[in-house]
Each structure stands twice: as structure tokens, then as C-alpha cells.
Nanobody, 114 residues
Framework: QVQLVESGGGLVQAGGSLRLSCAASGRSLSSMTMGWFRQAPGKEREFVARSWSDGATYYADSVKGRFTISRDNAKNAVYLQMNSLEPEDTAVYYC????????WGQGTQVTVSS
């Protein structure tokens, strides 16, 4: 089973950018579907973005055009570039991977101030 560790969260002003990283160990990500999810205080965890092993991507409507998911198979890592951040993007962001999102990281906090 793959182990996932997120990093790159922090505090940013509205309109700013952050790049989240998800480092994997235990197996190669190259054949895995990977995704990002987030959970805001008092809300359920929600889907943000997905990257299939063939390079295809898919985004939640709320982040489309602002966020970009990418992967570096050589580094065994997945990234989430977040631009034009809004206060509504404040949440703990989680990296997940595998069939039925079997593996999860511990999360990284993103706070966007207005």
C-alpha cells in the first residue's frame, strides 16, 4: 500500500497562489489514479481534482480554471497548483490514491484570508 504525505499548505491572501505537494512511498504512482480532496470546517470532505495514469484530469466546478493537478512520476509525486485563491478555498487538503481512494495522506491546511 502506498503512503502519502502532503506539504505546501499555509496562509495566503485572497488572489494568491499555493502549490501543494504529495509525496508517495511504498509503490509507484505511475499506474495509479491520484486525486486531491478538501474538507472545510463543519463541512464534509469534497472532491477537488483527479489525475488518471494516462494524463487525463478532471476538476470540481468550483476550482476549474484556477487549480491544476499534475504528477511527476520520476519523483513519485503529485501536485496541486492553486491560483486565484478565495476565502472559500480554506480547508484541509488531502491527497488520495488508488482504487476507491484506498490511500490517504494526513492533510495540509490551506487558509485564505480576505
Amino acid at each position: 500500500q502506498v503512503q502519502l504525505v502532503e506539504s505546501g499548505g499555509g496562509l495566503v491572501q485572497a488572489g494568491g497562489s499555493l502549490r501543494l505537494s504529495c509525496a508517495a512511498s511504498g509503490r509507484s504512482l505511475s499506474s495509479m489514479t491520484m486525486g486531491w480532496f478538501r474538507q472545510a470546517p463543519g463541512k464534509e470532505r469534497e472532491f477537488v481534482a483527479r489525475s488518471w495514469s494516462d494524463g487525463a484530469t478532471y476538476y470540481a466546478d468550483s476550482v476549474k480554471g484556477r487549480f491544476t493537478i499534475s504528477r511527476d512520476n520520476a519523483k513519485n509525486a503529485v501536485y496541486l497548483q492553486m491560483n486565484s485563491l478565495e476565502p472559500e478555498d480554506t480547508a484541509v487538503y488531502y491527497c488520495a490514491g488508488g482504487a476507491n481512494w484506498r490511500s490517504w495522506g494526513q492533510g495540509t491546511q490551506v487558509t485564505v484570508s480576505s
